[in-house]
Nanobody, 120 residues
């Protein structure tokens, strides 16, 4: 069983920066998509940024130009650099990876979430 562990959440003032990182408990498996999702207070979980195995990236409109997703295929890690944070970026951020473990079909794996709070 693979577990994803996020780190880097915290509290910042508007305009500040945070960097989130995510690493699996075991590495060396096939991974296609990696992504970050967030769940604002009282709202549904939403996609923030995604990076495919070929490096193609996609971002939510609300974070374009401020957030950057990156992946390290050698370490099976994914990071999210968040700059110029706004109060509306507040929420629980979840790491996502789609992994094939030991040749089995790909399935989705989620981290437990890390909290980001942006104050005005």
């Amino acid at each position: 069983q693979v577990q994803l562990q996020e780190s880097g959440g915290g509290s910042v003032q508007a305009g500040g920066s945070l960097r989130l990182s995510c690493a699996p408990s075991k590495s060396g498996f096939r991974i296609n998509n990696m992504a970050w999702y967030r769940q604002p207070p009282g709202k549904q979980r939403e996609l923030v940024a995604l990076v495919k195995v070929d490096g193609t990236k996609d971002y939510a409109e609300s974070v374009k130009g401020r957030f950057t997703i990156s992946r390290d295929n050698a370490q099976d890690t994914v990071a999210l650099q968040m700059n110029n944070l706004k109060p509306e970026d507040t929420g629980d951020y979840y790491c996502y990876q789609r992994i094939s473990v030991n040749g089995e079909p790909f399935r989705e794996y989620w981290g437990q979430g890390t909290q980001v709070t942006v104050s005005s």
